[in-house]
């Protein structure tokens, strides 16, 4: 499998059309890949058909767009649509998001989430292919769809997942598997849930990374970060699972009692250095190899800001990113 290494695009701070040279400097570090993520910035898609038509060799991939935001339909056309721009370099990461996101931002029903994410992948699969697809799902139906543009490439699907149902679907019916908030010695656990795995499948991760050597200023931004995150209902069954149910009651009952501050004072020194990482570039990008000798194919950088890069000026980040890009490894 080709060498790969990823960065979570958009940057912070910068314009979407301010990033040709962003990309450009990727490019150059030796990164491979560009993640898009979409929660209540820019959407999946857009990031990445600016960078197919500046950066034509880059693969694109979307970490992740969600499975209930876009109907079945949409769904396919919009990642039919960047396959068509950038054949063969682009991979559908698809979730289920958050009742936040669904429900609160969508005006959706945020309801049975396995089952949903589960109905559109099997939906998706043939309908990337160009085949019709007609029939009922458990939690819609579909009428006569077929893409008036199916891709001469189809791409591979990959399955957002944290815990035990969601991964083993992943294992046996997705193209790859998304992970997010989880420590280089978690890998090998939730590896293990895969179970029997499709040729080619991947394995790619979201991996926090601040690269500033002052510690106070990256920990007290991870902490606040962890505490947005993990007290989500299915972060926090992650953790459960991972074992950290001692670890983290105390943050989790001092945020349930709205005392915001007070939680994330609890969440332990340890603990916020193996999920964010921080330190000088090179100490970050030898703790991404940790995650690459615990099984992740594709390590994606999410980039947090810095004392350091605190306007997100382009030319200060380029120094940074070639700092962080395997080709200065």
Same mark, same amino acid.
């Given at each position: 499998?080709?060498?790969? $290494?990823?960065?979570?695009?958009?940057?912070?701070?910068?314009?979407?059309?301010?990033?040709?040279?962003?990309?450009?400097?990727?490019?150059?570090?030796?990164?491979?890949?560009?993640?898009?993520?979409?929660?209540?910035?820019?959407?999946?898609?857009?990031?990445?058909?600016?960078?197919?038509?500046?950066?034509?060799?880059?693969?694109?991939?979307?970490?992740?767009?969600?499975?209930?935001?876009?109907?079945?339909?949409?769904?396919?056309?919009?990642?039919?649509?960047?396959?068509?721009?950038?054949?063969?370099?682009?991979?559908?990461?698809?979730?289920?998001?958050?009742?936040?996101?669904?429900?609160?931002?969508?005006?959706?029903?945020?309801?049975?989430?396995?089952?949903?994410?589960?109905?559109?992948?099997?939906?998706?699969?043939?309908?990337?292919?160009?085949?019709?697809?007609?029939?009922?799902?458990?939690?819609?139906?579909?009428?006569?769809?077929?893409?008036?543009?199916?891709?001469?490439?189809?791409?591979?699907?990959?399955?957002?997942?944290?815990?035990?149902?969601?991964?083993?679907?992943?294992?046996?019916?997705?193209?790859?598997?998304?992970?997010?908030?989880?420590?280089?010695?978690?890998?090998?656990?939730?590896?293990?849930?895969?179970?029997?795995?499709?040729?080619?499948?991947?394995?790619?991760?979201?991996?926090?990374?601040?690269?500033?050597?002052?510690?106070?200023?990256?920990?007290?931004?991870?902490?606040?970060?962890?505490?947005?995150?993990?007290?989500?209902?299915?972060?926090?069954?992650?953790?459960? $699972?991972?074992?950290?149910?001692?670890?983290?009651?105390?943050? $989790?009952?001092?945020?349930?009692?709205?005392?915001?501050?007070?939680?994330?004072?609890?969440?332990?020194?340890?603990?916020?250095?193996?999920?964010?990482?921080?330190?000088?570039?090179?100490?970050?990008?030898?703790?991404?190899?940790?995650?690459?000798?615990?099984?992740?194919?594709?390590?994606?950088?999410?980039?947090?800001?810095?004392?350091?890069?605190?306007?997100?000026?382009?030319?200060?980040?380029?120094?940074?990113?070639?700092?962080?890009?395997?080709?200065?490894?």
């Amino acid at each position: 499998m080709t060498y790969r $290494w990823g960065m979570t695009v958009p940057l912070g701070g910068v314009p979407l059309a301010g990033h040709a040279a962003i990309y450009a400097a990727l490019a150059e570090a030796g990164f491979t890949d560009l993640w898009s993520a979409e929660v209540a910035g820019a959407d999946a898609f857009t990031p990445l058909a600016l960078a197919a038509a500046w950066q034509p060799e880059l693969r694109l991939g979307t970490a992740v767009a969600p499975v209930y935001t876009r109907g079945p339909g949409l769904l396919a056309m919009s990642a039919a649509a960047l396959a068509e721009a950038a054949p063969g370099r682009f991979a559908l990461g698809i979730g289920a998001s958050s009742p936040v996101v669904v429900r609160d931002w969508n005006g959706i029903a945020f309801t049975d989430p396995y089952r949903r994410t589960r109905d559109v992948l099997r939906f998706l699969r043939p309908a990337l292919r160009g085949e019709l697809v007609d029939g009922d799902f458990d939690t819609f139906a579909v009428r006569r769809f077929r893409l008036e543009r199916p891709p001469a490439v189809p791409p591979p699907v990959l399955l957002a997942a944290l815990r035990p149902r969601m991964l083993r679907l992943a294992g046996a019916e997705a193209d790859g598997v998304l992970l997010n908030w989880l420590a280089a010695s978690d890998v090998p656990r939730v590896l293990a849930e895969l179970g029997q795995r499709r040729a080619g499948f991947e394995v790619v991760a979201r991996i926090f990374v601040c690269p500033t050597e002052d510690t106070g200023y990256a920990r007290r931004l991870a902490r606040r970060m962890i505490t947005t995150y993990l007290t989500v209902p299915a972060y926090a069954a992650f953790h459960r $699972w991972l074992g950290r149910e001692a670890e983290l009651t105390p943050m $989790w009952r001092a945020w349930a009692d709205g005392d915001r501050r007070g939680a994330a004072a609890l969440v332990p020194d340890e603990l916020v250095d193996a999920l964010v990482l921080h330190g000088a570039p090179e100490v970050c990008r030898s703790r991404i190899q940790d995650y690459r000798a615990a099984g992740i194919d594709v390590p994606v950088l999410a980039l947090l800001p810095t004392p350091e890069l605190a306007d997100g000026d382009p030319a200060a980040l380029a120094p940074l990113i070639a700092q962080l890009g395997p080709a200065s490894g």
